[in-house]
């Protein structure tokens, strides 16, 4: 029987590792993590993460051939093919810091690896590392040879939180990159070899290993590029009286372009656009290449420009202050379908309100309350650092109050923010919610989820990005 280890029980290593248990019966795998309280997660009946189908999967699969365990080396020992799918995060301080990836818990894994190891070993990186890592992690990995053959390959993740079940399931592609000697492509070979047992072998790609690490950068980064070129036209839409969501539409269908991935928004969040961005400016940076370093930087701006450009509209909207007034926020992960938090552009709208004095009352159906303070109590890049690295809980910030329920927050409201596309957002009964918030009462809509015409019918004074202005929003002063 083969064995698989996982390093890294996070949103990557558990969906990833239960659907190879899942289709492959004759596999067992492992996953293992040095955060004992993840893997206790793991193993109860409230996994660590949110995530539609993984409970199923992970309850038909768990105690037969899927395991997750505390005991690291020992798994790492018995393992043919070890995925590391550790964090890295930016890193926060020295050289690259607020750019490049932080490789600390790569770096760790693949020590422990050598040291621990008595046999061949496949070692795969699943983490979206920078352009040749691997030849890094070839040395550390060789530097205690004991006659041991490490082979690595770079095999990315492209799932996306939300859907990563059914993006498992039937991925794009399957993209693996090894070195061309034959021990390499011995290597390529027995990865195929587990994902053929469901992925079609058209949609198996084998690379070079450096192309395989810079396509998943490559592959975020055009992802990202997408939503700032639309987020950056809904700008121009306003101030012109274009409707975003049209421009979008024709703009999609254009077959070189495609429909995917064109809807405005408050701005992109999540661990890996930002994060991956970043890193591949720090690379650009390192060759040379200072334009190619700009083209990518504007991507970001852009980005944190439309999460200031929507604070600023909720203020000047509201009379050019919110100072004491109750804002209601639906919605605080960064996308609908996750609990995830990392880089939600909930965050900073949140801090911008906060700075203009605003009381706020969250809700979000996944996320808790003592997320959301970390969340807003910590520096930038802190949230993608493992718990117990975390700096301690801070206390509560008292501005900020987190509900259960959509009503609760609304209630006695000046105004409403949705920042998460949440489905359950659509069908709200928003005519009841106008008869409790105070007048006028004000709607802005980060996600265009809600219907305009509708909600200014009921009396709400309502803004959507890219959207026609509705005359109390339009009148306002330029900054805005
Ligand atoms: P995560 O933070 O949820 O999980 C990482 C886990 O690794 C943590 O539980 C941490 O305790 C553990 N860990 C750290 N050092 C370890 C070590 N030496 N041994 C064992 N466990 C260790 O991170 P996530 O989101 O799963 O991301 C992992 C990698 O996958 C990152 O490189 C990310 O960029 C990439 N990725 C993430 C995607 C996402 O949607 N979250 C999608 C595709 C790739």
């Given at each position: 029987?083969?064995?698989?280890?996982?390093?890294?029980?996070?949103?990557?290593?558990?969906?990833?590792?239960?659907?190879?248990?899942?289709?492959?019966?004759?596999?067992?795998?492992?996953?293992?993590?040095?955060?004992?309280?993840?893997?206790?997660?793991?193993?109860?009946?409230?996994?660590?993460?949110?995530?539609?189908?993984?409970?199923?999967?992970?309850?038909?699969?768990?105690?037969?051939?899927?395991?997750?365990?505390?005991?690291?080396?020992?798994?790492?020992?018995?393992?043919?093919?070890?995925?590391?799918?550790?964090?890295?995060?930016?890193?926060?301080?020295?050289?690259?810091?607020?750019?490049?990836?932080?490789?600390?818990?790569?770096?760790?894994?693949?020590?422990?690896?050598?040291?621990?190891?008595?046999?061949?070993?496949?070692?795969?990186?699943?983490?979206?590392?920078?352009?040749?890592?691997?030849?890094?992690?070839?040395?550390?990995?060789?530097?205690?040879?004991?006659?041991?053959?490490?082979?690595?390959?770079?095999?990315?993740?492209?799932?996306?939180?939300?859907?990563?079940?059914?993006?498992?399931?039937?991925?794009?592609?399957?993209?693996?990159?090894?070195?061309?000697?034959?021990?390499?492509?011995?290597?390529?070979?027995?990865?195929?070899?587990?994902?053929?047992?469901?992925?079609?072998?058209?949609?198996?790609?084998?690379?070079?290993?450096?192309?395989?690490?810079?396509?998943?950068?490559?592959?975020?980064?055009?992802?990202?590029?997408?939503?700032?070129?639309?987020?950056?036209?809904?700008?121009?839409?306003e101030?012109?009286?274009?409707?975003?969501?049209?421009?979008?539409?024709?703009?999609?269908?254009?077959?070189?372009?495609?429909?995917?991935?064109?809807?405005?928004?408050?701005?992109?969040?999540?661990?890996?656009?930002?994060?991956?961005?970043?890193?591949?400016?720090?690379?650009?940076?390192?060759?040379?290449?200072?334009?190619?370093?700009?083209?990518?930087?504007?991507?970001?701006?852009?980005?944190?420009?439309?999460?200031?450009?929507?604070?600023?509209r909720?203020?000047a909207s509201?009379?050019?202050?919110?100072?004491?007034?109750?804002?209601?926020?639906?919605?605080?992960?960064?996308?609908?379908?996750?609990?995830?938090?990392?880089?939600?552009?909930?965050?900073?709208?949140?801090?911008?309100?906060?700075?203009?004095?605003?009381?706020?009352?969250?809700?979000?159906?996944?996320?808790?309350?003592?997320?959301?303070?970390?969340?807003?109590?910590?520096?930038?890049?802190?949230?993608?650092?493992?718990?117990?690295?975390?700096?301690?809980?801070?206390?509560?910030?008292?501005?900020?109050?987190?509900?259960?329920?959509?009503?609760?927050?609304?209630?006695?409201?000046?105004?409403?923010?949705?920042?998460?596309?949440?489905?359950?957002?659509?069908?709200?009964?928003?005519?009841?919610?106008?008869?409790?918030?105070?007048?006028?009462?004000f709607?802005f809509?980060?996600?265009?989820?809600?219907?305009?015409?509708?909600?200014?019918?009921?009396?709400?004074i309502v803004y959507s990005?890219?959207k026609p202005l509705d005359p109390w929003v339009k009148d306002l002063?330029?900054?805005a």
């Amino acid at each position: 029987m083969v064995k698989i280890c996982c390093l890294g029980a996070g949103y990557v290593g558990g969906p990833t590792m239960a659907i190879i248990a899942l289709k492959c019966p004759a596999i067992e795998v492992v996953v293992v993590d040095i955060s004992a309280a993840r893997i206790a997660a793991w193993n109860s009946d409230q996994l660590p993460i949110y995530e539609p189908g993984l409970d199923e999967v992970v309850k038909s699969c768990r105690g037969k051939n899927l395991f997750f365990s505390s005991d690291v080396e020992k798994h790492v020992l018995e393992a043919d093919i070890i995925f590391v799918s550790v964090n890295t995060p930016t890193k926060t301080r020295g050289l690259g810091a607020g750019k490049a990836a932080d490789l600390t818990y790569w770096e760790s894994a693949a020590r422990m690896i050598a040291d621990v190891s008595k046999s061949d070993k496949i070692v795969v990186e699943k983490s979206t590392v920078p352009v040749k890592t691997a030849e890094a992690i070839e040395k550390i990995l060789t530097h205690n040879t004991k006659g041991i053959n490490f082979q690595i390959l770079s095999n990315p993740e492209f799932l996306a939180e939300g859907t990563a079940i059914q993006d498992l399931l039937n991925p794009d592609r399957v993209l693996i990159g090894g070195r061309q000697s034959p021990e390499g492509q011995k290597a390529v070979e027995a990865l195929k070899a587990v994902y053929a047992n469901w992925v079609p072998e058209d949609r198996i790609i084998a690379t070079n290993l450096w192309s395989a690490e810079l396509s998943k950068l490559a592959a975020n980064a055009v992802l990202a590029q997408r939503i700032s070129s639309v987020n950056a036209m809904s700008a121009l839409c306003e101030a012109t009286g274009a409707d975003v969501t049209e421009v979008a539409y024709a703009v999609g269908k254009d077959s070189r372009i495609g429909p995917k991935f064109l809807n405005a928004s408050v701005g992109f969040g999540g661990s890996c656009f930002q994060k991956d961005i970043l890193n591949l400016i720090y690379i650009c940076e390192c060759n040379g290449l200072m334009e190619v370093a700009n083209y990518w930087k504007g991507v970001i701006k852009i980005n944190d420009y439309q999460k200031s450009r929507f604070v600023n509209r909720v203020v000047a909207s509201m009379f050019n202050t919110v100072s004491g007034k109750k804002i209601a926020v639906l919605g605080f992960a960064f996308k609908k379908d996750t609990g995830d938090t990392r880089e939600t552009p909930a965050i900073d709208v949140c801090k911008g309100l906060l700075g203009d004095k605003a009381n706020i009352s969250i809700y979000d159906p996944q996320v808790t309350e003592d997320q959301i303070q970390r969340d807003l109590s910590m520096n930038k890049f802190d949230w993608d650092h493992p718990p117990h690295l975390q700096p301690m809980s801070p206390s509560a910030i008292k501005q900020v109050s987190v509900v259960w329920d959509a009503y609760e927050a609304t209630k006695d409201a000046h105004g409403v923010c949705i920042l998460t596309e949440w489905d359950e957002f659509k069908t709200l009964d928003y005519q009841k919610i106008y008869d409790n918030m105070q007048k006028p009462a004000f709607i802005f809509d980060g996600r265009n989820i809600v219907d305009m015409e509708k909600l200014r019918k009921i009396g709400f004074i309502v803004y959507s990005i890219g959207k026609p202005l509705d005359p109390w929003v339009k009148d306002l002063p330029a900054s805005a």
